[in-house]
């Protein structure tokens, strides 16, 4: 069955920390999409990033990075010097390549960023 | 950046009345979705659609209807809002296998 963990639910940090969004995944296919995305106060799911199961390699935009490691079957999320503006909601998601209109979203990672 | 468009954001109605959501897209996307979120944030899809004339039931049940009569607009109906209704409703959109583009949301709230 395909499921998508994201373990905590809430993250409080100082402005400037860096931060780890933690998530693991379960699929039966070889062939996968994962997906980040992050919803801000106002509502609006906003893409972040896709990554498919056939390219392992790390990806870096800005302070954001992505881990991906088919090994432990986990997608983490690291936000460098974190900013207030960062505060928001993150959901993982994942989506089989034979069956792309179901995107299984994790629960949420709530990030608050203090000043 | 996507040009998905719902109104209205914010909705406060009594129960009983029938209202509609409304969905729009510029981008020309075949594939168009309706998810409900929970307070708990959790996201549950209820409708998609493939193209004009399609429309299929998502994983959550829902008294909820939709209609694709033109490919970028895909409205959502509920005949009679119940406070069980309550919750954020939000649309997308995707032209390929790949990633959804979402709209801002509707807050809906039924008294």
């Known amino acids: 069955a395909q499921k998508v963990t994201q373990a905590q639910t809430e993250i409080s940090v100082v402005e400037k920390e860096d931060v780890t969004l933690d998530c693991v995944y379960e699929?039966?296919?070889?062939?996968?999409?994962l997906f980040w995305y992050k919803q801000p106060p106002s509502g609006e799911l906003v893409f972040l990033i896709r990554r498919n199961s056939f390219d392992e390699q790390n990806e870096i935009s800005g302070r954001y990075s992505w881990n991906f490691q088919k090994s432990t079957s986990s997608f983490n999320f690291t936000i460098t010097a974190s900013q207030v503006v960062d505060s928001a909601v993150y959901f993982c998601a994942l989506s089989e390549v034979y069956n792309t209109d179901k995107l299984i979203f994790g629960t949420g990672t709530r990030l608050q960023v203090f000043p | 950046e996507a040009d998905i468009y719902q109104t209205p954001r914010y909705l406060v109605i009594g129960t009983g009345k029938k209202i509609t959501l409304e969905c729009s897209q510029t981008m020309g996307h075949d594939k168009m979705y309706w998810y409900q979120q929970d307070p708990g944030m959790e996201l549950h899809l209820i409708h998609y659609?493939?193209?004009?004339?399609?429309?299929e039931k998502g994983d959550l049940s829902s008294e909820s209807t939709v209609s694709r009569i033109r490919t970028e607009h895909f409205p959502l109906t509920l005949e009679s809002a119940r406070p069980s209704h309550t919750s954020q409703y939000l649309c997308?959109?995707?032209?390929?296998?790949?990633?959804?583009?979402f709209g801002p949301g509707t807050r809906l709230t039924v008294t």
């Open positions: 699929t039966r296919d070889t062939t996968y999409y």
């Open positions: 997308a959109s995707r032209l390929t296998a790949y990633e959804q583009y």
């Open positions: 659609s493939y193209g004009v004339n399609s429309t």
